[in-house]
């Protein structure tokens, strides 16, 4: 995976791009929505994700 957006540090949000052309984020647990077992949810500014 290659960072593509988001801080340097470890808790931060971060956008990756995988291998297989998909993205990946990294961002705060998000708990107004019910998501299907093996997933989950999570929230990120709209800044990291602009332009992608």
């Not at 791009?17 to 990946?24: A, F, I, P």
């Not at 949810?41 to 332009?51: D, K, Y």
Request: proline share 6%; charged share 25%.
């Amino acid at each position: 995976m290659i960072q593509v957006r988001g801080c340097e540090g470890d808790d931060c949000p971060k956008v990756f791009k995988t291998e297989r052309g998909t993205y990946v984020v990294q961002g705060d647990v998000f708990n107004a929505i019910t998501t299907p077992d093996g997933e989950t949810a999570v929230e990120v500014p709209f800044a990291i994700l602009q332009g992608l």
